[in-house]
């Protein structure tokens, strides 16, 4: 057996693609060219708060998720999931003027969340439709942005050190730890 035959017998094993003689675990992408604007981040930050807001733990608009979302969404989308997205920003801005006849930052809290709520029965409602063998792009523009506010949330720094219990250096392993309905925890 060569080299390359090893190579193929491995990644055909792991899951990984052959391509042009090496082995990658994804599509190699340019980064850096953040392909919204500011204010859609303005707007992915104020629809955060609504999803995560602050309470007696910081809230999604503390952790400054918008301009996050923005940066992963041009960096790691494909160009169909990036329609998708950009689709799902400009149906909501349509939706909020149409029912409120203003901008989504201008909603009171009490409109903004019945408002996330109809959103995510209409999501609910795409993804039972959908079935089980329901691929990425048959999700509702909402459940792509609720999940990518959850992820932003949660790998900050305030999300990781405020909000979930944080220990810089792990200790031992302990896998038999009781659970009383404290923050789970960052590491």
């Known amino acids: 057996m060569n080299r390359r035959q090893l190579l193929q017998m491995i990644a055909a094993a792991t899951g990984t693609a052959f391509i042009a003689g090496t082995v990658r675990a994804y599509e190699p992408t340019e980064t850096g060219k953040n392909l919204f604007t500011a204010e ?48 799902g920003l400009k149906d909501l801005r349509e939706r909020t003027q149409m029912v409120y006849g203003t901008d989504f930052a201008n909603l009171t809290d009490s409109q903004r969340r019945a408002f996330v709520d109809d959103l995510d029965q209409a999501a609910k409602i795409v993804a039972a439709s959908a079935g089980e063998e329901a691929g990425p792009g048959d999700l509702h523009w909402f459940t792509m942005m609720k999940q990518l506010v959850i992820f932003a949330f949660f790998t900050s720094e305030v999300g990781g050190t405020e909000v979930l219990r944080y220990v810089q250096v792990p200790g031992r392993f302990d896998g038999d730890v009781d659970y009383n309905g404290e923050p789970a925890w960052a590491t």
Request: a negative charge; charged letters at 25%.
């Open 40 to 87: 859609d981040g303005a707007l992915l930050n104020e629809l955060g708060e609504t999803i995560l807001p602050a309470t007696d733990t910081p809230g999604a608009k503390d952790a400054d998720v918008g301009p996050f979302i923005t940066q992963y969404v041009s960096d790691c989308y494909d160009d169909d999931q990036q329609a998708l997205f950009r689709e």
